[in-house]
Structures are given as C-alpha cells and as structure tokens.
C-alpha cells in the first residue's frame, strides 16, 4: 500500500481488503517482531499520507480520529504510533 501512496496509485482496494482481512489471518501472516514493526511503519506512512492529501484532513484529527480499518478494526494514527509501535497502549 505505501509504494501505491508514494506512485501516486489507487489504493482503494488494498484499503478494502486491509479494512475486510480476517484478524486471524492478519496475526498468522506477522508472525515475528520485525514482520509487525514493518507492517505497522508500513501502515501508518501511508495512512498518514491518504489522510492529509486525499482525505484532506488537519490536526487534531489525522492523528486522533479512528479513521483507519485494518482487520475490522478502527484504528487512529495515535494508535497505531503510540500503541502498537511504541507500545504504550
């Protein structure tokens, strides 16, 4: 997803798969530290990136605002920083 954010690609359908994935599957699939810090990086730059220039959206709410499905669950940019990456959530 973030190499179609950084070519400027549609990424309206990973979105949709992200958004609708089985959370089991998601687990199995990142099944180390290094496959999860990666994933996660990976989701938060280009979730940042679709809300500021496609959704168009400012501080505080691109960071606050649980704007983000992945595996059927809303997310916002804080979570994903500040709970799963730093892990003080």
């Known amino acids: 997803m973030l190499y179609?954010?950084?070519?400027e690609a549609d990424t309206k359908?990973?979105?949709a798969v992200?958004?609708?994935?089985?959370p089991k599957h998601l687990i199995e699939g990142l099944n180390n530290d290094e496959a999860i810090k990666t994933f996660w990086i990976n989701?938060?730059?280009a979730w940042?990136?679709?809300?500021?220039t496609r959704e168009k959206k400012t501080m505080p709410e691109i960071f606050t605002g649980k704007l983000i499905t992945i595996a059927k669950t809303k997310f916002s940019l804080?979570?994903?920083e500040h709970g799963i990456l730093r892990r003080y959530r």
């Open 78 to 80: 804080d979570d994903i």
């Open 43 to 45: 989701m938060y730059n």
């Open 48 to 52: 940042f990136q679709i809300l500021a």
């Open 4 to 7: 179609n954010v950084k070519t």
């Open 18 to 22: 992200l958004a609708t994935a089985d």
């Open 13 to 15: 359908e990973i979105e």
